[in-house]
């Protein structure tokens, strides 16, 4: 299945990133997106399964929210310049491969020059990226698959679900009906006992 790899750090705005996996397995479905806290499966390995899913896919959102370039470990080094910061493992692993590798900045385009980067991520400064922000998320993400779509031909727009009809539970009488027709401010009132239960539901005419 075409995948679309979601890279993000857990602590620069992670319910942004939330955002763009729901987003796009709305558009695409589930096996088309890979977001490490939904796609892995329990009890798996998970640092394989995921650098396997950055083999497998065709393409990398790298989300960067404020504090991707400066996020800092325990000991006050900027993780970045770990040569075992996952999320730099990540990216070094993208652009080796040769995936399309797509900056995808939150709120505002942040400014990153070779300069601030590590060596092996320096390619990542002259990747074309994108901007989502919050008042602007609705066009912003269309604009988005828009382009995921131009550029991975593959990708699909996934089923629509019929929803489900529920089947009434056993043991319930749903034949008694108590029902009142007649006009209240132009509106037909209905009503009916299901289980001991009086449930009323209302009609607007057109």
């Known amino acids: 299945m075409t995948q679309v790899f979601l890279s993000y750090r857990a602590d620069d705005q992670p319910f942004a990133a939330a955002f763009l996996d729901h987003e796009l397995t709305r558009e695409f ?16 390995e998970w640092e394989k399964a995921m650098f396997d899913a950055v083999s497998a896919s065709d393409a990398m959102l790298v989300i ?17 310049d770990r040569p075992d910061d996952f999320v730099r493992r990540e990216v070094e692993s993208g652009l080796r491969l040769g995936k399309q590798v797509i900056p995808v900045h939150l709120e ?13 991520l320096k390619a990542l400064a002259d990747r074309q990226g994108t901007v989502v922000e919050f008042r ?6 269309a604009r988005l698959m828009t382009q995921l ?4 031909p593959a990708l699909r727009t996934a089923p629509v679900t019929e929803p489900r009809h529920t ?9 008694t009906h108590n029902t009142i027709n ?14 001991g239960i009086f449930i009323s539901g209302t009609h607007y005419d057109a």
């Open 136 to 141: 602007s998320s609705k066009p912003d993400m």
């Open 64 to 80: 960067i929210g404020s504090r991707w370039l400066t996020a800092t470990d325990e000991d006050g080094l900027r993780r970045l």
């Open 167 to 175: 089947a009434s539970a056993p043991g319930v009488d749903v034949s």
């Open 149 to 152: 779509r131009r550029q991975i």
């Open 182 to 195: 007649g006009d209240v401010n132009g509106n037909l009132v209905q009503g009916r006992t299901i289980g």
């Open 29 to 44: 479905g589930d096996d088309a997106v890979f977001f490490a806290s939904r796609s892995i499966p329990l009890g798996a």
């Open 108 to 120: 505002r385009r942040h400014r990153m020059v070779p300069g601030t980067l590590p060596d092996s």
